[in-house]
């Protein structure tokens, strides 16, 4: 008999909720799949009811609310809301934990990281990323960047989202040291709740 582990997000926008709904089950997926206390099921990532650029009442509020369906909750905030994410995750007074996932500048620079991914997409621009996935990190505008990477086949960037969310290696995408921070605090997490 399996355990089940649903998570629970809030996020920014609404590529935010489609990006990291997707890499955080698969990520979960990933940190239980070796539990040698329980069988575990990931299951899809549910998204909260408002967006974190919200006031803290509303996000907290909404964070209650996920908390009744969820085991463990993620709040997250580009690097300019970065205190937003913090004072939240201090503040919840929740049982279940909130983690912080916050990227050093926007979490388009996340989906830089692979470039393998880009690679078996026709028509990218693969030539743009840095040799080193931790060096997205350092990339100014990741919004501008990414769309100058994704394919121009007059589909909009935003439509790239899943597709990497799904396919972009989680070793690579570890290599980024506030992805790799977010998934320690998640695997601290985890042994806290006792699925590892």
């Given at each position: ?47 909260g009811a408002c967006r974190s650029i919200y006031d803290h009442g509303r996000m907290t509020g909404a964070l209650r609310e996920l908390a ?79 769309a100058e990477v994704a394919p121009r086949r007059g589909k909009p960037v935003r439509d790239y989202f899943e597709y990497i969310a799904r ?30």
């Amino acid at each position: 008999m399996s355990r089940p582990l649903v998570p629970g997000l809030i996020a920014e926008g609404e590529t935010d909720e489609v990006f990291l709904g997707v890499v955080i089950s698969r990520q979960l997926r990933e940190l239980t799949a070796q539990s040698s206390r329980c069988a575990v099921d990931v299951e899809s990532t549910e998204i909260g009811a408002c967006r974190s650029i919200y006031d803290h009442g509303r996000m907290t509020g909404a964070l209650r609310e996920l908390a009744s369906d969820c085991h463990l909750l993620f709040v997250h905030n580009d690097h300019r809301e970065r205190d937003k994410a913090d004072r939240v995750v201090r503040d919840s007074g929740l049982p279940t934990p909130v983690i912080a996932l916050v990227p050093v500048q926007e979490t388009e620079a996340w989906l830089l990281a692979d470039a393998g991914v880009w690679r078996r997409l026709s028509g990218s621009d693969h030539g743009r990323l840095p040799a080193r996935p931790r060096d997205v990190e350092k990339i100014a505008d990741p919004k501008k960047t990414l769309a100058e990477v994704a394919p121009r086949r007059g589909k909009p960037v935003r439509d790239y989202f899943e597709y990497i969310a799904r396919n972009i290696d989680l070793d690579v995408l570890a290599q980024v040291p506030a992805y790799a921070d977010w998934v320690s605090d998640a695997r601290n997490a985890l042994k806290g709740l006792g699925y590892l």
